[in-house]
């Protein structure tokens, strides 16, 4: 036994980390060399020590801290028998660095007494390891909200406030300038500043071309980190308290600087961090820009609907009132005498009327459709030939199509189709709707002389025709529609040499 008892103490002497065996009321039997340079490393004494032979559960008791009265807990619970095995981790931190231990105790049985095992594991390395994970998430979390509420923002002057907050607040650069450029000033204008940066530099100046690091940078879109300012040649202030700085492009909006009054204060992962938030800033400002453009062109659009809208009352009411009046004075005229004057006075207003309804239909309904519902084309199609003025011209339906669309604008866009195939085909000009080879779409096509391949692109243009009596407008008006719809249309030659509109990307009823 005692061979084996001095082999034990051998053992425990040679343990790399503090081991003590304890007695089942607490009293330590013994403690390995280890535990005993660790206190005289870390000037323990008198029950500090936890030496031989006295309780350690009366120095766990005695002091005043959380993790000694859960080590005291489990360390009773071991020796009671109630469990057998305790674990712990807990800080014991000296005055020059951060420590963590692992404090394990294993019960065991001899001879009827009731022992227990218990070392302590330094886990410094582990637990700052997982302390730094635990500090990088939370970053990552608070800089994950601070995307999240700069993207909300609606100005750019919010923008520059709640930047130079999260850089300072999140990322704990406390010196920091936001300026934003102006065009018509052609300078860096001072957005915002950090509460330090404010105390620490009376006002941020305004930079303008070519006189200072900031500007360099704006002109350039290069980050610029500068160890120590001391030794820049033309600094805007030779006498600035700040020594070293790291300045990042907004792109065209701008720059920001970040500073601070020791030299070399930035390494890469501050510059590496600063430009991914930057990069973020950079793309909610061209978010504010692009939005700002969209109200800019909502506002003209605002403004050229209520211009179509007067030109559609005087189109309306000061055009169509005198022309119904001539019309009727012309039917009168018509009774009393027979003329070709009298009838090309009639084809003429004719071709009036036809303009104006053209008119009014690009001025009040433009490019927008209403309810689309499914439409079943070859029935639309033979609605639409019996509203038009066929003569002798022919209609061929192969299509069983049904489609997703405006009803009332889809008509519009046959009737005109029909209507320009017998003002350029003839009287007795025949007309195709069918289906095309790709299932994209269908096809309106005639057999009459075509349309020229370089006149083909202007045709659908307001005004143009090469009709006599034509108002130039239908097949704007066709492809208004058809664009509206989200559909594309285009012109080619027909399978009989004729004029072919081929409409596709159309949404198709199964």
């Known amino acids: 036994m005692e061979t084996s008892g001095d082999l034990l103490i051998e053992a425990l002497d040679v343990f790399p980390t503090e081991a003590a065996l304890l007695a089942s009321d607490g009293t330590i039997l013994y403690t390995n060399q280890r535990w005993h340079e660790f206190g005289r490393e870390n000037g323990l004494v008198g029950t500090e020590a936890a030496t031989l032979d006295e309780n350690y559960l009366t120095v766990t008791g005695a002091a005043d801290d959380e993790y000694a009265r859960e080590a005291a807990a489990g360390l009773t619970a071991v020796l009671s028998g109630k469990q057998s095995r305790f674990r712990l981790e807990y800080p014991c931190h000296s005055p020059t660095e951060k420590r963590w231990f692992l404090m394990v105790v294993q019960g065991f049985d001899y001879q009827d007494d009731r022992y227990a095992v218990m070392v302590h594991l330094n886990i410094t390395d582990r637990k700052l390891a997982e302390l730094a994970v635990g500090e990088q998430n939370e970053a990552l979390e608070g800089l994950h909200r601070a995307v999240h509420d700069l993207l909300q923002t609606d100005s750019k002057q919010e923008v520059a406030d709640r930047t130079v907050t999260y850089l300072d607040e999140l990322l704990e650069f406390p010196i920091v300038g936001f300026w934003l450029y102006d065009a018509d000033r052609g300078a860096l204008i001072p957005a915002a500043e950090s509460e330090d940066s404010d105390a620490l530099i009376e006002e941020l100046p305004i930079y303008s071309g070519g006189e200072s690091l900031s500007w360099q940078v ?290 198709t009823v199964a």
């Open 218 to 507: 704006f002109s350039t879109n290069t980050t610029r980190v500068i160890d120590d300012l001391t030794d820049v040649q033309g600094r805007y202030n030779p006498d600035t308290p700040i020594q070293s700085e790291i300045i990042i492009p907004l792109g065209d909006y701008g720059v920001i600087n970040i500073g601070a009054t020791e030299p070399n204060a930035f390494d890469t992962v501050d510059v590496t961090l600063a430009e991914i938030w930057t990069g973020t800033v950079t793309q909610v400002l061209a978010r504010l820009d692009r939005e700002e453009q969209l109200r800019d062109q909502r506002r003209e659009l605002t403004r050229e609907r209520d211009r179509l809208e007067d030109f559609a009352s005087l189109v309306s009411h000061d055009l169509r009132n005198p022309l119904n009046v001539a019309t009727g004075r012309l039917e009168l005229a018509q009774d009393e005498y027979e003329s070709e004057n009298l009838d090309a006075v009639e084809n003429s207003l004719d071709r009036m009327d036809r303009l104006i309804d053209d008119l009014l239909t690009l001025a009040r309904q433009g490019q927008a459709v209403g309810s689309r519902d499914a439409v079943h084309l070859p029935s639309l199609v033979k609605k639409c030939w019996t509203t038009v003025e066929t003569t002798h011209a022919d209609l061929v339906v192969t299509t069983e199509r049904t489609v997703v669309a405006d009803e009332g604008r889809l008509q519009q866009v046959f009737e005109n189709l029909f209507r320009n195939a017998i003002e350029h085909g003839g009287e007795d000009v025949t007309i195709t709707v069918g289906d095309l080879s790709d299932d994209r779409g269908f096809f309106v096509e005639d057999d009459g002389n075509g349309i020229p391949e370089a006149k083909r692109e202007d045709i659908f243009a307001a005004g143009y025709s090469t009709a006599a009596d034509g108002t130039g407008f239908g097949l704007s008006i066709v492809q208004d529609i058809v664009e509206a719809h989200g559909w594309e249309i285009q012109v080619t030659e027909g399978n009989e040499g004729g004029a072919r509109f081929e409409i596709t990307d159309i949404e």
